[in-house]
Each structure stands twice: as C-alpha cells, then as structure tokens.
C-alpha cells in the first residue's frame, strides 16, 4: 500500500514517529510525508523554517514548494507536487488541514486529473459547531463529498461533520500518539529535592499554557477550599495568566505551596510528570475566545493526559471537549469551571491512594493499547484498508 500524507505537523521530525511506524507494519508499505519547503510557526518558533528531505527505508519526507508560510486553511503546493503524485502514485491520499483546507481540494483535484484513483482522506482537530458563508462552504462541500473517509481528532469533531452532511467512513482518533520510550514511570528523586518535593508529598501536578481557558483559576480556587490538607502543586508551562495566577494563590495564602517552572523542553517533561501524584487538565469551553484561524475553543484532546497516563500518574479532567472520552474509567471527570468537583476528585485521590494506584495502572493500560504511536499506526492502517475494500 502506497501512502502519501500531507501537512505542516510533519516539519517536527518528533511528530512523524507514528507515520515512520506505519511505514514499517508490513512490507508492502511504502509512506511519503509532504511538507512545505518553508514554514513559519509563530509563537515561541517566531521564524520560517526550511523543511529538508529525508529518507528511512520506506518512509520518506519530500518538501513541496508552498505558497502560504504560515495559514493552515491557506497552504498550498506549487507544480512539484504533481510530478510527486505522478512518479508515486498513491493508493490514500490524507492532507491534514481540515475539511476547509485548499491543499486538501488540491489533491483531491490532482487526484481526478492525474488518474490515481487515490481514497481522499482528511484529518481535522475542529470540535465546535459553525456556520460557513459562500465561497468557503461551497469549498467544504467540494472537499466532503470527493471525501472517502475522514480522520477526527475527537468525537465532537466527528458529529459536527455529519451535520455538515459528511455520510462517509469516518475514524475517531488523535493525529499524534504518546512515545512510552520517553513517557514511562520513572521516579525523581533528584529533582525533586531540588524542586523541594519530598517523597511522601502529595503533587498537584498541570502541564500546559497558562490562559483562562485551561481552567487554572478553577484549580487554585479548588486548592484553596483544600488549603488545611497537606499538598503542593507543579505548574510546568507559561502564558499571560501566571501573574494573576500568583496574586490568587497570594491571595488565598497558598503561595508557598505553589511550585511554577516554566520553559522545559519536551523531553524533559516526563521527568517533572513523574512527580506529580496526579495530573489535572481543568479546561474550559469558551465561545467568545478569538484569534486568528477561530472562534471559540473547547478542549480537542489533551495530550497531556496520556502523557501522564504513560507514567502510570492518575488523572483528573473538566468534562470540557474530549476530555471524558480520552479519560473514559481510568481517571476522575468534573464539571468544568467548578471548583468544588475539582476539590473532591483531588481529596478522593488524596485521602485513598488505593484508587489512585488503581487508576493509574488503568491508565497506563488504556495508553498502551489505545494511544501510543505503534497502536495509532495499525488503527490508522485498519481504517485505510476498510477504505481501499469500499
């Protein structure tokens, strides 16, 4: 099976472990990842970046000419990658861009000209319902009904786009998986001592950007109903709300409890996971949020919990997105922004570290046969042939 995916993730080599694994469950397979020749991410990696070519065995990245650098819904190949097409000629095609990306139409268009009889798959993170105005819903519609199947990062993804009319297969999974190499139990005590986390404490642990809508207000209120127990919370990220974080906990007298780290490399992240005692994902749905490419966020995976699920840490999660389902029985659920919810799941892990451990073994199962990259490879691959057969 010849398979061609396209996308800018695949600019981080850290993000094609699951793609190179494809490549290598059967040998048959053969899998080219395209990307732009320049990208421009923002935010911290405020500048472009200049894509080269690499090639393992039966997997291979080939950067294409773009002509947008940075809008994903905007990216776009130049004429290379019809010779590409031409010489490869695959069997799926998936552009990971969403249902309302041109690179997405451009391939199912190269497709129909070029002969290939590819399965046009796409992948889309979207989880909000929304409404489109002409001529972007006349693109939708192009792209969804030349769709043969479709990959949703989250359930809510996958209904919003059977509203939208989309009667195709459509598979249920995240674009990335978990690296169990890197994310596994591994105690720290040195770091610990150094952070000033002794063995018998109790960690409160959250990883992510420190914005309104991960919910990081609703944990220090929830902490502060806890503040007579014996605990100390790991915030590992940044983001523009960690002043007003740090005058609440001031507020409520809990500085001191309060362990802030911030700018740690990806790999080093499991190490400070290891010491959490739990993982705590407090997201909330916000309609009125807006930027550039959106509006409106809800939480569309979290992978942040089964990074820490990898680590056998237990978790706790707001009911926002697709927390619950990532989640399932092998965590605590609250209802988001409520704090006292969020109080009792803490305390209930606190006060009987029988059902933590319990947890946490449940979770460390769940990640290694749902979530790691080599499941999401062969989940992957399952669907594709379903789609090939149709």
Not at 184 to 202: A, C, R, W
Not at 297 to 324: D, R, T, Y
Not at 356 to 365: D, P
């Amino acid at each position: 099976m010849k398979i061609l995916v396209a996308s800018h993730t695949y600019i981080v080599d850290l993000n094609c472990e699951k793609l190179r694994l494809l490549s290598q469950l059967e040998p048959e397979i053969e899998v080219t990842v395209v990307v732009p020749k320049k990208w421009k991410p923002g935010g911290v990696q405020n500048k472009i970046i200049e894509t080269q070519y690499r090639e393992e065995g039966k997997f291979r990245i080939i950067p294409i000419s773009n002509l947008s650098q940075n809008h994903q819904g905007l990216l776009t190949f130049g004429a290379d990658l019809i010779a590409l097409l031409s010489d490869f000629r695959p069997q799926i095609i998936q552009v990971e861009q969403g249902s309302k990306g041109l690179a997405y139409t451009e391939t199912i268009t190269l497709n129909r000209l070029l002969g290939l009889k590819a399965k046009n798959v796409f992948f889309t993170w979207w989880n909000l319902p929304y409404n489109l105005k002409f001529p972007v819903s006349l693109l939708e519609k192009y792209n969804l009904s030349h769709s043969h199947g479709i990959i949703s990062g989250n359930q809510d993804g996958a209904e919003i786009l059977r509203e939208h009319g989309y009667k195709g297969s459509i598979k249920v999974m995240p674009q990335l998986g978990v690296d169990e190499t890197l994310f596994t139990p591994t105690p720290q005590p040195e770091l610990g001592s150094k952070l000033g986390i002794q063995p018998d404490d109790f960690v409160v642990g959250f990883v992510g950007r420190f914005v309104p809508e991960k919910g990081l207000l609703t944990l220090i209120n929830a902490l502060a109903s806890l503040r007579d127990k014996s605990w100390k919370v790991l915030l590992l990220g940044r983001g523009s709300l960690k002043s007003e974080l740090m005058n609440k906990a001031a507020e409520y007298n809990i500085q001191d409890k309060i362990i802030l780290v911030e700018s740690v490399p990806h790999d080093e992240v499991p190490k400070y996971i290891n010491l959490m005692s739990t993982l705590v994902l407090p997201s909330e749905t916000n309609y009125s949020l807006k930027n550039i490419t959106s509006a409106g966020w809800k939480e569309q995976f979290g992978h942040v919990l089964i990074e820490a699920m990898a680590c056998k840490v237990p978790v706790i999660g707001s009911n926002s997105g697709e927390i619950p389902y990532v989640i399932g029985d092998a965590g605590l659920i609250f209802p988001e922004g409520d704090p006292k919810g969020l109080a009792d799941c803490i305390l209930q892990l606190m006060e009987k570290p029988e059902v933590a451990k319990n947890l946490g073994e449940m979770g460390y199962e769940k990640v290694m046969t749902q979530y790691t990259n080599k499941a999401l490879a062969k989940q992957q691959l399952e669907f594709y042939k379903e789609l090939i057969t149709i």
